[in-house]
C-alpha cells in the first residue's frame, strides 16, 4: 500500500488572499502533493491548509510554504482571535493509510530538523513527534504566545527542539509534530459575551475549570495538598475549547479541538454545547468546521439526528449529510459544499465512479455501446444496488407505521447493500480493464513474458473476486428483502417482490462471469473455491426468491 500522510499547517495571515496564494503555489509546486482545502479566517487571521501526499513529498511542500510564511508574514504587526507564536504556528502531520503513527513521527522530527537548521526557526515538537511529554501539548508549548515568547525562549527548559534559542521577531516560532485525525469546530452562539461563551467552554472540555469555594468566578481557588489548583472535569472527553467574539460575524463561539472523535463524535459535541448554553439561557443558533471532516463523521451524525426525530436512518449518504448539515447548521455563517470539505470526497478519483456517475440513460447508452465494458458483470452490481433499494425503500416506509427502530436498523443494513454494489459496479469495469492491459504488455523477452503473465494472474484473479463479492452481497441482500416481504408495509409487497427479481438475478449474472473469467485464471484451490461456493450461492438464491414470492403470493 502507497505510504500517504495529510499535513495540516496553520499560517497565522488570514486576510490577505495573495499572500495566502502565494503560500499554497509554494504547496503546489511539488509533485507528489494535492492540495485539498483553504479555509482562510478574517477575524481569527489565521488559514488552515489541507494538502496529502507520500511522506516525501508532503515534507519538501511543508518546508517550502513555512520558508514562504515566514518571508510573507511578519509577526510583529499580526493581531488575532486564534492563540499563535509563529508565522507557521503549528504545522501537524497525520497518517492515511500505509503508514504508522511511529514512522510518521519520525517525518514530523524530520521535518523539523531541517526547518530548524536551514530556515533557524526556533521549532518545538509536539504529540507523537515529542518524546518530552511534559511539553508534547500544543496549548501548553503556545502558552504566552507570541508576545511572551522571548522571555519564554531563554527559560533553559523551553529551549527549542531544533533551530536558534532566539527570539525571531518576525517569524516566531513554530510547533511541528504528528497526532491522529483533529477536527476544529465552532459553535455559534446568540450571544457576544466572550465570559458566558468560556463557561460553557469551560463546562464541556475535558479540562474543565478550576474549582473554587463558593461563587465560582470569585471564589477562592482550591488547592490539593501540594499547593496546584484543583480542576472539576468538563463533561466531554478528548475535548479542547475556549469561548471567543468573531467581530466578523458578531457573535460569541466555543471553538473546539476535538481531538478524537471516535471518543467524542461531531454530534455529541454539539448537542453537548446546546444542552449547557441552554442551561445558561443561551441559544446555540448553528456552528461551523475549520478545515476538513472525514465523511463517517457526518454520516453519523446525520443518523444520529434521525433516530432522535424517531425517523428511519436508512437513507442515501447525501441525505444523512444534509439532515447533519441542517441539524448543526453547518452553513450559518457560509456556505457548506460536502464536496470541498469532506475528505473522501476530495480524494476520490473521477476513475472510480466512471459509469455511477453517469445518467440512467448514459449507462445504458453505454452498455449497448461498441466497447465490451461495462458488460454483464456491471450490469449484474447494479441490479443487486436496485434490488437492495427497493429493500430500504420499504423498510422505510414501514417504519413511519410500525416499530421504527426494527426497521430503521433494517434500511440502514439495506442502505449499507446498495452502497457496497454500488461500488462494485465501476470495479467491475475496472477489473475487465486490468485484464486487456495485462494482455497488451510486451513478451518479446523471457522477463517480460514472465511479467505479462504475473500481471494477467493478478489481473484474473481480481476479475472473479469482484463478481463473487456480488454475489455475496446480492445474496446477503435477499435476508433483508424476506423481511421485507413478511413484515414490511403491505402496500409495498410488489416492490419487495421487485427487489428479489433483482437480488437474485445480480447472483445468477454476477456467477457467469465468475465462471467465464475463471477459464482465464491458472486451475487452483482458490478457483476451484471460488466456483463450488459460487455455485451454492447461485441455488440458495433461487431457493430465497421462491420464499419471498410465495410470502407476497405472486409465485402462482
Given at each position: 500500500?502507497?505510504?500517504?500522510?495529510?499535513?495540516?499547517?496553520?499560517?497565522?495571515e488570514g486576510r490577505d488572499s495573495q499572500l495566502i496564494q502565494s503560500i499554497t503555489a509554494e504547496i503546489e509546486s511539488v509533485e507528489g502533493v494535492r492540495l485539498l482545502n483553504v479555509d482562510p479566517g478574517k477575524a481569527t487571521?489565521?488559514?488552515?491548509?489541507?494538502?496529502?501526499?507520500?511522506?516525501?513529498?508532503?515534507?519538501?511542500?511543508?518546508?517550502?510554504?513555512?520558508?514562504?510564511?515566514?518571508?510573507?508574514?511578519?509577526?510583529?504587526?499580526?493581531?488575532?482571535?486564534?492563540?499563535?507564536?509563529?508565522?507557521?504556528?503549528?504545522?501537524?502531520?497525520?497518517?492515511?493509510?500505509?503508514?504508522?503513527?511511529?514512522?510518521?513521527?519520525?517525518?514530523?522530527?524530520?521535518?523539523?530538523?531541517?526547518?530548524?537548521?536551514?530556515?533557524?526557526?526556533?521549532?518545538?515538537?509536539?504529540?507523537?513527534?515529542?518524546?518530552?511529554?511534559?511539553?508534547?501539548?500544543?496549548?501548553?508549548?503556545?502558552?504566552?504566545?507570541?508576545?511572551?515568547?522571548?522571555?519564554?525562549?531563554?527559560?533553559?527548559?523551553?529551549?527549542?527542539?531544533?533551530?536558534?534559542?532566539?527570539?525571531?521577531?518576525?517569524?516566531?516560532?513554530?510547533?511541528?509534530?504528528?497526532?491522529?485525525?483533529?477536527?476544529?469546530?465552532?459553535?455559534?452562539?446568540?450571544?457576544?459575551?466572550?465570559?458566558?461563551?468560556?463557561?460553557?467552554?469551560?463546562?464541556?472540555?475535558?479540562?474543565?475549570?478550576?474549582?473554587?469555594?463558593?461563587?465560582?468566578?470569585?471564589?477562592?481557588?482550591?488547592?490539593?495538598?501540594?499547593?496546584?489548583?484543583?480542576?472539576?472535569?468538563?463533561?466531554?472527553?478528548?475535548?479542547?475549547?475556549?469561548?471567543?467574539?468573531?467581530?466578523?460575524?458578531?457573535?460569541?463561539?466555543?471553538?473546539?479541538?476535538?481531538?478524537?472523535?471516535?471518543?467524542?463524535?461531531?454530534?455529541?459535541?454539539?448537542?453537548?454545547?446546546?444542552?449547557?448554553?441552554?442551561?445558561?439561557?443561551?441559544?446555540?443558533?448553528?456552528?461551523?468546521?475549520?478545515?476538513?471532516?472525514?465523511?463517517?463523521?457526518?454520516?453519523?451524525?446525520?443518523?444520529?439526528?434521525?433516530?432522535?426525530?424517531?425517523?428511519?436512518?436508512?437513507?442515501?449518504?447525501?441525505?444523512?449529510?444534509?439532515?447533519?448539515?441542517?441539524?448543526?447548521?453547518?452553513?450559518?455563517l457560509a456556505p457548506f459544499k460536502p464536496e470541498e470539505r469532506i475528505i473522501e470526497y476530495l480524494l476520490k478519483s473521477p476513475a472510480d465512479e466512471k459509469l455511477v456517475s453517469l445518467s440512467l440513460s448514459d449507462f445504458a447508452?453505454?452498455?449497448?455501446?461498441?466497447?465490451?465494458?461495462?458488460?454483464?458483470?456491471?450490469?449484474?452490481?447494479?441490479?443487486?444496488?436496485?434490488?437492495?433499494?427497493?429493500?430500504?425503500?420499504?423498510?422505510?416506509?414501514?417504519?413511519?407505521?410500525?416499530?421504527?427502530?426494527?426497521?430503521?436498523?433494517?434500511?440502514?443494513?439495506?442502505?449499507?447493500?446498495?452502497?457496497?454494489?454500488?461500488?462494485?459496479?465501476?470495479?467491475?469495469?475496472?477489473?475487465?480493464?486490468?485484464?486487456?492491459?495485462?494482455?497488451?504488455?510486451?513478451?518479446?523477452?523471457?522477463?517480460?513474458?514472465?511479467?505479462?503473465?504475473?500481471?494477467?494472474?493478478?489481473?484474473?484473479?481480481?476479475?472473479?473476486?469482484?463478481?463473487?463479492?456480488?454475489?455475496?452481497?446480492?445474496?446477503?441482500?435477499?435476508?433483508?428483502?424476506?423481511?421485507?416481504?413478511?413484515?414490511?408495509?403491505?402496500?409495498?409487497?410488489?416492490?419487495?417482490?421487485?427487489?428479489?427479481?433483482?437480488?437474485?438475478?445480480?447472483?445468477?449474472?454476477?456467477?457467469?462471469?465468475?465462471?467465464?473469467?475463471?477459464?482465464?485464471?491458472?486451475?487452483?484451490?482458490?478457483?476451484?473455491?471460488?466456483?463450488?461456493?459460487?455455485?451454492?450461492?447461485?441455488?440458495?438464491a433461487i431457493r430465497k426468491e421462491k420464499e419471498i414470492l410465495d410470502l407476497i403470493g405472486l409465485n402462482a
Open positions: 500500500m502507497t505510504s500517504i500522510i495529510e499535513c495540516v499547517p496553520n499560517f497565522s487571521n489565521r488559514t488552515v491548509v489541507t494538502f496529502v501526499g507520500n511522506p516525501e513529498a508532503v515534507i519538501e511542500a511543508a518546508f517550502r510554504s513555512i520558508r514562504k510564511a515566514g518571508e510573507l508574514i511578519d509577526m510583529r504587526r499580526h493581531t488575532g482571535e486564534h492563540p499563535r507564536m509563529g508565522a507557521t504556528d503549528v504545522c501537524p502531520l497525520i497518517p492515511v493509510s500505509g503508514i504508522t503513527m511511529e514512522e510518521t513521527a519520525q517525518w514530523a522530527q524530520k521535518l523539523a530538523e531541517r526547518v530548524g537548521r536551514e530556515l533557524a526557526i526556533p521549532v518545538y515538537l509536539y504529540e507523537a513527534a515529542q518524546e518530552n511529554k511534559s511539553r508534547s501539548n500544543l496549548s501548553v508549548i503556545r502558552a504566552g504566545e507570541y508576545e511572551g515568547f522571548a522571555e519564554k525562549i531563554s527559560r533553559p527548559e523551553w529551549k527549542p527542539d531544533f533551530g536558534p534559542s532566539v527570539f525571531d521577531e518576525k517569524r516566531g516560532a513554530t510547533v511541528i509534530g504528528a497526532r491522529d485525525f483533529l477536527v476544529a469546530y465552532n459553535v455559534n452562539l446568540n450571544t457576544t459575551s466572550v465570559r458566558r461563551a468560556n463557561s460553557i467552554a469551560f463546562d464541556v472540555r475535558e479540562a474543565g475549570r478550576i474549582k473554587r469555594t463558593g461563587d465560582p468566578i470569585h471564589g477562592e481557588i482550591v488547592k490539593d495538598e501540594k499547593g496546584l489548583p484543583v480542576m472539576m472535569p468538563g463533561s466531554l472527553k478528548s475535548v479542547k475549547a475556549i469561548g471567543w467574539y468573531i467581530k466578523e460575524y458578531e457573535i460569541a463561539q466555543i471553538s473546539m479541538n476535538l481531538t478524537n472523535i471516535s471518543i467524542t463524535p461531531l454530534h455529541i459535541a454539539f448537542d453537548e454545547v446546546c444542552r449547557k448554553a441552554e442551561a445558561r439561557g443561551i441559544r446555540v443558533t448553528g456552528s461551523e468546521l475549520v478545515g476538513l471532516i472525514p465523511l463517517q463523521s457526518l454520516l453519523d451524525a446525520g443518523e444520529y439526528f434521525l433516530k432522535k426525530q424517531q425517523r428511519s436512518a436508512g437513507v442515501s449518504e447525501k441525505e444523512l449529510i444534509r439532515i447533519a448539515v441542517l441539524t448543526m447548521g453547518l452553513d450559518e447508452d453505454e452498455t449497448a455501446s461498441e466497447s465490451p465494458a461495462p458488460g454483464g458483470g456491471s450490469v449484474a452490481a447494479y441490479l443487486g444496488a436496485l434490488g437492495a433499494g427497493l429493500g430500504a425503500m420499504v423498510a422505510n416506509l414501514t417504519a413511519q407505521k410500525k416499530d421504527w427502530e426494527l426497521f430503521s436498523d433494517w434500511a440502514v443494513k439495506a442502505s449499507g447493500y446498495k452502497k457496497e454494489l454500488i461500488s462494485l459496479v465501476d470495479a467491475d469495469t475496472k477489473a475487465f480493464e486490468a485484464i486487456l492491459h495485462a494482455r497488451s504488455l510486451p513478451k518479446g523477452t523471457e522477463s517480460e513474458k514472465s511479467i505479462r503473465s504475473v500481471a494477467l494472474e493478478e489481473a484474473n484473479l481480481r476479475a472473479i473476486e469482484v463478481p463473487f463479492r456480488v454475489m455475496q452481497v446480492a445474496l446477503l441482500s435477499m435476508d433483508m428483502i424476506k423481511l421485507m416481504a413478511a413484515d414490511g408495509n403491505p402496500n409495498s409487497k410488489s416492490d419487495a417482490g421487485v427487489a428479489a427479481l433483482c437480488a437474485r438475478s445480480a447472483v445468477m449474472g454476477a456467477y457467469l462471469n465468475v465462471c467465464i473469467n475463471a477459464t482465464g485464471a491458472s486451475p487452483d484451490k482458490r478457483i476451484s473455491g471460488f466456483l463450488s461456493e459460487g455455485k451454492k450461492m447461485q441455488a440458495e
